[in-house]
């Protein structure tokens, strides 16, 4: 009996081509492809939208060559101490400093992050103070400028010959502060910065320097500067001494010298003057000199306003007429001048000057060459100024 074929075969033994397949069907993409193929588009497209809006925002409002009628050069900006950030953005977009407050916002959070990152010395933010800015400085240019604390400087200037008293007047002219703040402050003495000062003295006057300083705006105090004056007295009188020693005490070399100070209008006579007042120093002769009266008596004479005879007689502790020596304390600021003069006189014989209305003196050995020198100066101006005292 034959064996009945198998109905079916092992697979293995089906020839390849013979296998049966399924039909193929085109392969499809996630939708999550695409959704994000149009994040990335959209995402892209904010950042270069972004990315020139901050190119635009942190340029400067004008460019540093535009001439644009009624936009001024410079700007002034007051920052009260503890103002936000913000409210400082604010207004500098509003003066027209910046073009958009929320950049500025943008970038104060970047200068934090920087000072973290950098671990920087300087703290606390934007700086309070007066500010000179530009609408063609940039963003970020206006930003390190208050971050930095570069405030406006202001200039003062003070003459040699001023008095602590013509300094306050000033110093309250210029709106820094008021001269009897000032005063006060020139009445408190820093021994402890300054140990150098004689002792005993009741103010300051002659030794804040008279020189040109720059100040701060926002920092401004009598007490700045009066620091600043006796640091520059101290840089550039101690060299004098250093230089030419004396036997005067220093408040005696510094009274001498506010008097050669008032007294001298012309450099050139400064060192016989100096010679003049310690020729009578030397003789115990009174030093009689008028501007000691004035400071004395709190005036100021003038050619057609000169000292009364009553006035001369006035007793005052300033009065060199009436007191022999010095005066209690200088009568003004002497400057460098001034000061050298009483360290290296002039040697003479005078013992008596008399001012010229030229800003000249005539110097007599003799009392009585003197009173003739200013019987010719009384009738010379009588004569060019009929009725003039």
């Known amino acids: 009996m034959k064996p009945v074929p198998p109905t079916s075969q092992h697979p293995d ?6 296998r049966s397949r399924k039909p193929s069907s085109p392969k499809r993409s996630s939708p999550w492809r695409w959704v ?3 994040l990335l588009l959209i995402l892209g497209g904010a950042g270069w939208q972004g990315w020139r809006w901050w190119t635009w925002a942190k340029e400067p409002v004008n460019s540093s060559d535009s001439n644009a009628a009624g936009v ?10 503890g103002t936000p950030s913000s409210v400082i953005g604010d207004r500098l977009h509003s003066l027209g400093l910046i073009r958009s407050a929320t950049a500025w916002d943008l970038w104060s959070h970047w200068l934090n992050l920087r000072q973290t990152w950098r671990d920087d010395e300087h703290t606390g933010g934007f700086q309070a103070g007066v500010y000179q800015l530009s609408p063609s400085q940039s963003l970020p240019q206006v930003a390190e400028m208050i971050w930095w604390g570069e405030v406006q400087s202001i200039a003062i200037t003070i003459p040699e010959g001023w008095s602590l008293e013509k300094m306050g007047r000033y110093f309250q002219g210029q709106g820094l502060f008021s001269a009897e703040a ?12 300054f140990p150098w000062l004689p002792g005993n003295i009741p103010h300051l006057e002659g030794y804040l320097f008279p020189d040109t300083y720059q100040l701060s705006y926002n920092s401004v ?5 009066i620091n600043l ?3 520059q007295f101290e840089t550039v009188a101690f060299p004098l001494r250093e230089n030419a020693p004396t036997a005067f005490t220093l408040q005696e070399w510094v009274t ?6 008032k007294e001298a209008v012309l450099p050139e006579e400064r060192d016989r003057i100096a010679g003049v007042l310690l020729n009578r120093l030397d003789l115990a002769m009174p030093l009689q000199v008028d501007p000691t009266v004035e400071y004395g008596l709190g005036i100021q004479q003038t050619p057609d306003r000169p000292l009364t005879l009553n006035e001369v007689r006035t007793p005052s502790p300033y009065n060199t007429y009436i007191n022999p020596g010095l005066p209690p304390t200088p009568i ?38 003197h009173e003739a020198a200013q019987d010719q100066i009384h009738s010379a101006r009588e004569l060019a100024n009929p009725g003039a005292n």
């Open 13 to 18: 033994s089906i020839p390849k081509s013979s």
């Open 36 to 38: 994000l193929l149009v």
């Open 72 to 81: 001024p050069a410079t700007i002034q900006l007051e920052i009260p101490v």
């Open 182 to 193: 000032f005063l006060a402050a020139a009445r408190q003495i820093p021994y402890d910065r």
């Open 221 to 225: 105090t009598p007490e700045e500067v």
């Open 229 to 231: 004056m006796l640091q």
């Open 256 to 261: 001498l010298a506010s008097i050669v100070e």
């Open 332 to 369: 003004a600021s002497p400057g460098k001048g001034s000061l050298q003069a009483i360290l290296t006189p002039e040697t003479n014989d005078y013992l008596y000057f008399v001012a010229r209305y030229d800003g000249t003196h005539v110097f007599s050995r003799t009392l009585a060459e």
